[in-house]
């Protein structure tokens, strides 16, 4: 038996009939074609599946697509505004924040919703604000640079520029 | 060379635009028209006959195609997944490794039955279906009992579970042991470790009937290995499949091989005229895929009472698994690096290879040199207390001196170039050493327990030169590279390596930029599809750069050779009177009458040629090295322990590596900190753990197998010294395992120091809080 949802996929309204087993990560990736999220493990611990839900971070693997009906949910895929990146995205670029970028679109979504919730993290809020994620590849050295280069580099634009801010993501 | 302007400079990665903003393309991301998903059915035992398959209720269930066991696979996938005859040549038993288990299953996780559905989700609802009558039978699981005589063995019949048992003899070790003053013995665990990528392993393979190709894409290290043994076994040319890898989610050395999935899947394609794809799930790839170490190791070292080194035995019992692992014989380096930054008279050792019903093991990042490093570190450490010595002066007193390179050890590899004393220096001062022991002893006094160790690394990569790899290998573990300058002077390169997160696409393009003399955006680098690429070995080893790097270097003098003639020809000069500068071509004394590259590149497709030459610009190459290239350096970690919870905790982490020359800093200063990273997750937190008695997998998700996240790991405080590698053109190195190489020794070490006044002499890995708490309980008892 299938159910209908709607849900707004990066500020694109859809319609769909899903089976109410399927996992909101496997509605993203294969209903939607937004293959940008990824699965890491089967148990929650990775967030490589990490997507924003009405303004919070999800575990996408450990919610069903139809608890996302009538909700909005934002990817990786719809964090850049339009050819300008996100600031997290930039600055995982700039620190070398990712290297075979498995884990990164979930990582860049819980930095930025971490950013959007305490604009100033200290080393220790970003550690434990994102010990939810699993990197096998930086050690996380550059992880923790990427954030708070991000960090500063957003309030540096609130400062100056209010108007020219990327959406807010988990504010 | 003369040009730098790329080579050596901070270059933000050209990968990452499209990986940050979730266009990469992995290889669950690939979906074809009418695609079936593939679903495995395991075994639940580690060591059991198979009764009968039943895939009735299978078969019927919703939108279910096809489900396969052994039988249905006979007719089409011909042989095992070989064992490389490399590294221990005289192998006693290497059970055929077919990749779906027939009448007896020998690990948990092998595999019995595939069900072939329209999604994933109905295919595993299928492989629940299958049922499968099973007939136990005792595991083998603990290495020293699996030798005992009248041990059950790992496989029905066999004659016991020695799959290799080998002397390597590096001096007289009864004359340097006989010199030595004090004899100390250590046995040191290495346990189990699951690499664990964090994209698992996946593929799609796709039969063209009639056409009668193959198409599988996968998550590997190596898509010319895969092809090469695919093909082999499903009876079909090299040149009727192609295997192409685009974005990989990390390998560490897992993906380095050919896994059964990759038969099946082809197999399966083959056998239903659709293509089919698979995607392990996380447990499945904690069960199934090749785990790293598993090793016991017994080792003597021999000491003057001055604290010089004399003698080293090492008895390595290697856990090889259910079978042996294509490179699995490999991880017996860490008898030939034994001795590791050192001078010994004599180096001798013995490994075993034993079968046993887990999945096999292969190289895991480092692959031999990490259990090298932690045993020697361990033991010079060991030394030292015994002898009232400081750690620092008894390596200084045995590295090889940098005027003693190159330098071969005691079993005849020649270490190329090293200053040992200076990356060591380095740390120290970093760390300000003085002041350390001084706290120390303070603190103690106030019953906290500071600790520091120390780990000066070496280790053998750049895999390798013919005279070390084919004699015994088949294959010489060259690397190729195929360079095309197009008309209008932007060029390509193909390698035979491929990145699965290194940075190819950009330090390659650094390199191809500098030699050419061509900007660096008009450079595209193409690997892991063995359509386009020549045929090549893949990246493991720290490789891809000290063999595949030159490899393109050389492709590029070569072009540049003759774009030399042909300007020549064009400026009506000799071609001894060319001048080649940093992309721009002209006569001796004339610089401002010069072509570009580009032009040269345009006129080669032309007419007007010189007599006997052919058009086009492009150059292919098989570099082999002379030698391996040999990476060093000194790692001091120093920690707290709690002595009241057993809790560790890294107080600082300082690594001063040297490489020789590098190509990108920002590049190999991530390659460290991951490395790092996995050496401090085996000292203090990972290991697969089994049942000894049902042999059932205790550590099958993330739940259990605990590999570190941000709040655990510690900042790292680099540095790096320089001394170029002769072996090759650009005195390179690698530095891809380097971290992990050198980590577990230095953090076990600086435990051992934290716990040394309650006199514990050795901490087991992972140096987990409940185990440390029991040692200091029994220490205080």
């Given at each position: 038996?299938?159910?209908?949802?709607?849900?707004?996929?990066?500020?694109?309204?859809?319609?769909?009939?899903?089976?109410?087993?399927?996992?909101?990560?496997h509605?993203?990736?294969?209903?939607?074609?937004?293959?940008?999220?990824?699965?890491?493990?089967?148990?929650?611990?990775?967030?490589?599946?990490?997507?924003?839900?009405?303004?919070?971070?999800?575990?996408?693997?450990?919610?069903?697509?139809?608890?996302?009906?009538?909700?909005?949910?934002?990817?990786?895929?719809?964090?850049?505004?339009?050819?300008?990146?996100?600031?997290?995205?930039?600055?995982?670029?700039?620190?070398?924040?990712?290297?075979?970028?498995?884990?990164?679109?979930?990582?860049?979504?819980?930095?930025?919703?971490?950013?959007?919730?305490?604009p100033?993290?200290?080393?220790?809020d970003?550690?434990?604000?994102?010990?939810?994620?699993?990197?096998?590849?930086?050690?996380?050295?550059?992880?923790?640079?990427?954030?708070?280069?991000?960090?500063?580099?957003?309030?540096?634009g609130?400062?100056?520029?209010?108007?020219?801010?990327?959406?807010?993501?988990?504010? | 060379?003369?040009?730098?302007?790329?080579?050596?400079?901070?270059?933000?990665?050209?990968?990452?635009?499209?990986?940050?903003?979730?266009?990469g393309?992995?290889?669950?991301?690939?979906?074809?028209?009418?695609?079936?998903?593939?679903?495995?059915?395991?075994?639940?035992?580690?060591?059991?006959?198979?009764?009968?398959?039943?895939?009735?209720?299978?078969?019927?269930a919703?939108?279910?195609?096809?489900?396969?066991?052994?039988?249905?696979?006979?007719?089409?996938?011909?042989?095992g997944i070989?064992?490389?005859p490399?590294?221990?040549?005289?192998?006693?038993?290497?059970?055929?490794?077919?990749?779906?288990?027939?009448?007896?299953?020998?690990?948990?996780?092998?595999?019995?039955?595939?069900?072939?559905?329209?999604?994933?989700?109905?295919?595993?609802?299928?492989?629940?279906?299958?049922s499968v009558?099973?007939?136990?039978?005792?595991?083998?699981?603990?290495?020293?009992?699996?030798?005992?005589?009248?041990?059950?063995?790992?496989h029905?019949?066999?004659?016991?579970?020695?799959?290799?048992?080998?002397?390597?003899?590096?001096?007289?070790?009864?004359?340097?042991?006989?010199e030595?003053?004090i004899?100390?013995?250590?046995?040191?665990?290495?346990?189990?470790?699951?690499?664990?990528?964090?994209?698992?392993?996946?593929?799609?393979a796709?039969?063209?009937?009639?056409?009668?190709?193959?198409?599988?894409?996968?998550?590997?290290?190596?898509?010319?290995?895969?092809?090469?043994?695919?093909?082999?076994?499903?009876?079909?040319?090299e040149?009727?499949?192609?295997?192409?890898?685009?974005?990989?989610?990390?390998?560490?050395?897992c993906?380095?091989?050919?896994?059964?999935?990759?038969?099946?899947?082809?197999?399966?394609?083959?056998?239903?005229?659709?293509?089919?794809?698979?995607?392990?799930?996380?447990?499945?790839?904690?069960?199934?895929?090749?785990?790293?170490?598993?090793?016991?190791?017994?080792?003597?070292?021999?000491?003057?009472?001055?604290?010089?080194?004399?003698?080293?035995?090492?008895?390595?019992?290697?856990?090889?698994?259910?079978?042996v692992?294509?490179?699995?014989?490999?991880?017996?380096?860490?008898?030939?690096?034994?001795?590791?930054?050192?001078?010994f008279?004599?180096?001798?050792?013995?490994?075993?290879?034993?079968?046993?019903?887990?999945?096999?093991?292969?190289p895991?990042?480092?692959?031999?040199?990490?259990?090298?490093?932690?045993?020697?570190?361990?033991?010079?450490?060991?030394?030292?207390?015994?002898?009232?010595?400081?750690?620092?002066?008894?390596?200084?007193?045995?590295?090889?001196a940098?005027?003693?390179?190159?330098?071969?050890?005691?079993?005849?590899?020649?270490?190329?170039?090293?200053?040992?004393?200076?990356t060591?220096?380095?740390?120290?001062?970093?760390l300000?050493y003085?002041?350390f022991?001084?706290?120390q002893?303070?603190?103690?006094?106030?019953?906290?327990y500071?600790?520091?160790?120390?780990s000066?690394?070496?280790?053998?990569?750049?895999?390798?030169?013919?005279?070390?790899?084919?004699?015994?290998?088949?294959?010489?573990?060259?690397?190729?590279?195929?360079?095309?300058?197009?008309?209008?002077?932007?060029?390509?390169v193909?390698?035979?390596?491929?990145?699965?997160?290194?940075?190819?696409?950009t330090?390659?393009?650094q390199?191809?930029?500098?030699?050419?003399?061509?900007?660096?955006?008009?450079?595209?680098?193409?690997h892991?599809?063995?359509?386009?690429?020549p045929?090549?070995?893949?990246?493991?080893?720290?490789r891809?750069?000290a063999v595949?790097g030159?490899?393109?270097l050389?492709?590029?003098?070569?072009?540049?050779?003759?774009?030399?003639?042909?300007?020549?020809?064009?400026f009506?000069a000799?071609?001894?009177?060319?001048?080649?500068?940093?992309?721009?071509?002209?006569?001796?004394?004339?610089?401002?009458?010069?072509k570009?590259?580009?032009?040269?590149?345009?006129?080669?497709?032309?007419?007007?040629?010189?007599?006997?030459?052919?058009q086009?610009l492009e150059?292919?190459?098989?570099?082999?090295?002379?030698?391996?290239?040999?990476?060093?350096?000194?790692?001091?970690?120093?920690?707290?322990?709690?002595?009241t919870?057993g809790?560790?905790?890294?107080?600082?982490y300082?690594a001063?590596?040297?490489?020789?020359?590098?190509?990108?800093?920002?590049?190999?200063?991530?390659?460290?900190?991951?490395?790092i990273?996995?050496?401090?997750?085996?000292a203090?937190f990972?290991?697969?753990s089994?049942?000894?008695?049902?042999?059932?997998?205790?550590?099958g998700?993330?739940?259990d197998?605990?590999?570190?996240?941000?709040?655990?790991?510690?900042?790292?405080?680099?540095d790096?010294?320089?001394?170029?590698?002769?072996t090759?053109?650009?005195?390179?190195?690698?530095?891809?395992?380097?971290?992990?190489?050198?980590?577990?020794?230095?953090?076990?070490?600086?435990?051992?120091?934290?716990l040394?006044?309650?006199?514990?002499?050795?901490?087991?890995?992972?140096?987990?809080p409940?185990?440390?708490?029991?040692?200091?309980?029994?220490?205080?008892?």
């Open positions: 038996m299938r159910h209908s949802i709607a849900v707004t996929v990066n500020g694109v309204r859809r319609e769909d009939a899903v089976e109410p087993r399927l996992l909101l990560v509605y993203l990736r294969e209903v939607a074609g937004l293959t940008g999220t990824h699965v890491g493990c089967d148990t929650s611990q990775c967030g490589a599946c990490t997507v924003i839900v009405d303004g919070r971070t999800v575990k996408s693997c450990s919610v069903f697509a139809v608890q996302a009906d009538g909700r909005a949910v934002t990817t990786i895929e719809g964090l850049a505004d339009g050819g300008n990146l996100h600031p997290v995205q930039e600055a995982f670029w700039n620190q070398h924040g990712l290297q075979c970028g498995y884990c990164t679109p979930g990582f860049i979504m819980a930095a930025a919703y971490l950013l959007g919730q305490n100033s993290p200290s080393d220790d970003i550690r434990k604000g994102l010990e939810g994620n699993i990197c096998r590849c930086t050690g996380y050295e550059n992880i923790l640079k990427a954030v708070k280069q991000a960090g500063e580099r957003m309030a540096a609130r400062a100056t520029a209010p108007a020219a801010q990327p959406a807010a993501v988990g504010s | 060379m003369a040009i730098t302007q790329m080579i050596g400079a901070h270059i933000q990665r050209r990968e990452d635009p499209r990986l940050i903003t979730g266009h393309s992995y290889i669950d991301d690939m979906r074809l028209t009418g695609m079936l998903h593939m679903s495995v059915v395991r075994s639940p035992f580690p060591h059991a006959r198979i009764r009968s398959i039943d895939i009735t209720d299978a078969a019927k919703p939108g279910v195609h096809a489900v396969y066991t052994a039988r249905d696979f006979k007719a089409h996938i011909a042989g070989p064992a490389a490399a590294f221990i040549p005289d192998k006693k038993q290497v059970p055929t490794h077919y990749p779906i288990a027939e009448t007896e299953v020998c690990y948990q996780g092998e595999p019995v039955a595939v069900v072939l559905a329209d999604d994933r989700y109905l295919a595993d609802d299928a492989a629940q279906l299958v009558d099973y007939d136990p039978l005792p595991a083998v699981m603990d290495l020293e009992k699996a030798l005992e005589a009248g041990s059950p063995t790992a029905e019949g066999a004659p016991d579970n020695v799959a290799w048992d080998t002397i390597l003899p590096g001096g007289d070790i009864d004359a340097a042991m006989a030595a003053d004899k100390l013995s250590l046995r040191v665990t290495q346990q189990r470790l699951a690499p664990t990528a964090m994209e698992t392993r996946g593929c799609v796709e039969w063209v009937p009639f056409a009668n190709t193959l198409t599988l894409w996968t998550s590997t290290q190596v898509p010319h290995f895969v092809r090469l043994f695919v093909s082999g076994a499903l009876g079909i040319t040149a009727q499949m192609r295997v192409v890898s685009k974005d990989v989610g990390g390998g560490f050395g993906k380095a091989f050919p896994y059964p999935e990759e038969y099946l899947s082809s197999a399966s394609s083959k056998l239903i005229g659709r293509p089919v794809k698979w995607i392990e799930t996380r447990t499945e790839s904690l069960q199934s895929t090749h785990h790293g170490r598993g090793q016991l190791y017994d080792a003597e070292i021999g000491a003057k009472r001055d604290g010089t080194l004399v003698g080293l035995r090492v008895t390595q019992l290697l856990d090889s698994g259910a079978y692992g294509v490179f699995g014989s490999f991880q017996t380096c860490a008898i030939l690096l034994g001795g590791g930054c050192y001078t008279k004599a180096v001798h050792g013995r490994t075993v290879g034993v079968l046993t019903n887990r999945v096999p093991t292969d895991y990042r480092g692959a031999g040199r990490p259990e090298a490093t932690h045993l020697v570190e361990r033991l010079v450490d060991m030394v030292a207390a015994e002898l009232g010595m400081d750690p620092v002066e008894v390596r200084r007193k045995n590295f090889i940098p005027e003693a390179f190159p330098h071969p050890n005691n079993f005849g590899l020649v270490y190329d170039s090293g200053q040992y004393e200076k060591m220096d380095r740390a120290l001062d970093m300000g003085g002041d022991r001084k706290r002893q303070e603190l103690r006094a106030q019953g906290r500071l600790g520091l160790g120390l000066t690394w070496v280790e053998i990569c750049g895999i390798g030169p013919s005279a070390a790899t084919a004699p015994a290998a088949g294959v010489a573990l060259v690397e190729s590279s195929a360079l095309r300058v197009h008309p209008t002077g932007s060029v390509t193909s390698t035979g390596t491929h990145n699965h997160g290194q940075g190819h696409e330090t390659f393009a390199i191809v930029a500098d030699a050419l003399g061509v900007p660096y955006e008009m450079v595209d680098i193409k892991g599809d063995t359509g386009e690429t045929f090549g070995y893949g990246t493991y080893g720290s891809s750069l595949g030159i490899s393109i050389k492709s590029c003098q070569k072009v540049v050779e003759k774009a030399k003639r042909l300007a020549a020809h064009i009506e000799s071609e001894d009177d060319v001048v080649f500068d940093q992309g721009r071509f002209y006569v001796k004394g004339s610089p401002d009458n010069a570009v590259l580009g032009e040269i590149a345009f006129a080669s497709y032309g007419a007007g040629l010189p007599e006997g030459m052919e086009g150059a292919i190459t098989y570099f082999d090295p002379p030698n391996f290239v040999w990476p060093f350096g000194c790692h001091i970690c120093v920690v707290e322990v709690d002595a919870t809790a560790v905790e890294i107080q600082r300082i001063v590596d040297d490489c020789g020359n590098v190509i990108n800093p920002m590049i190999v200063e991530g390659q460290l900190h991951g490395g990273a996995q050496g401090i997750a085996q203090l990972e290991e697969m089994y049942d000894d008695e049902s042999g059932q997998l205790l550590t998700t993330f739940l197998y605990l590999v570190p996240t941000m709040a655990e790991m510690p900042r790292y405080e680099l790096r010294t320089v001394t170029p590698s002769p090759n053109e650009l005195g390179v190195k690698g530095i891809g395992e380097a971290g992990t190489i050198a980590a577990s020794a230095a953090v076990i070490n600086s435990v051992c120091d934290a040394s006044p309650f006199g514990i002499r050795h901490v087991e890995m992972p140096a987990r409940d185990r440390i708490w029991k040692l200091i309980q029994e220490a205080r008892s």
